[in-house]
């Protein structure tokens, strides 16, 4: 079985650029889940689909991120404008539903300059 | 919110012995806790969960206990070899909701 797909690996940018993420889970996974993880901290959840609508996305700085989850498949995480702060890995993770195993990918390790 | 604390000192263990991890938390009891290896370059992965009303979980070499009384969860690993070398990340939903909340991880190294 095909685990969780994320591209690119890494991404260099200035501040104030935008970026865009893009994430494939696993087949059949209903939820799909965007995270942050800075150097040294676990995971922080930015945004939580099921199918493609939103669950939560109490965390998510909407003045700069956006994300969708194209047709409940796919999705996208994109930054616009960047800042310093935002240089950490990006997860996406997977799961059957909402509360089950999550399955995480390998991220996208974005650094601003 | 839930506030989740891990050693932030990596632990040094030698191959063979049993290596103890702590995963404390604050607040309210969660129903149930996971815990997450990553290796650095890699997403986490799932190891094992429990539930607050197990006292106990094992996965081969892995023992879980969930303590909701001292709110605290331990983590071994028997008979630790060097493959074992990772970060170790508790997870709990956080209060009112699904949200996992992870805790910064312990790194483990083991010495041949």
């Known amino acids: 079985e095909a685990g969780v797909a994320q591209s690119p690996r890494y991404k260099i940018i200035e501040k104030r650029q935008s970026v865009a993420f893009w994430c494939n889970p696993i087949?059949?996974?209903?939820?799909l889940y965007w995270y942050q993880q800075i150097l040294g901290q676990g995971p922080k959840l930015l945004i939580q689909?099921?199918?493609?609508?939103?669950?939560?996305d109490s965390q998510l700085p909407k003045d700069r991120f956006s994300a969708e989850r194209l047709k409940g498949v796919d999705s996208t995480l994109k930054i616009q404008p960047a800042k310093l702060e935002d240089s950490a890995v990006y997860l996406c993770?997977?799961?059957?539903?909402?509360?089950?195993?999550?399955?995480f990918g390998p991220g996208t390790r974005l650094t601003v300059l | 919110s839930q506030k989740i604390e891990q050693n932030s000192e990596a632990l040094n263990i030698q191959e063979g012995k049993t290596a103890t991890l702590t995963c404390n938390y604050t607040n309210y009891s969660p129903a149930y806790l996971q815990w997450y290896r990553q290796d650095p370059g890699r997403g986490p992965v799932f190891l094992l969960l429990i539930r607050e009303n197990e006292k106990e979980k094992r996965k081969e070499r892995l023992k879980v206990t969930f303590d909701t009384t001292l709110k605290q969860s331990l983590f071994h690993i028997t008979a630790s070899q060097p493959a074992d070398s990772a970060t170790y990340l508790c997870?709990?939903?956080?209060?009112?909701?699904?949200?996992?909340?992870f805790g910064k991880g312990n790194q483990v190294v083991v010495i041949p």
């Open positions: 997870a709990l939903p956080d209060y009112g909701n699904n949200r996992l909340a």
């Open positions: 689909f099921q199918n493609n609508g939103v669950v939560d």
């Open positions: 087949s059949g996974h209903a939820t």
């Open positions: 993770a997977s799961s059957l539903g909402g509360g089950d195993t999550q399955y």
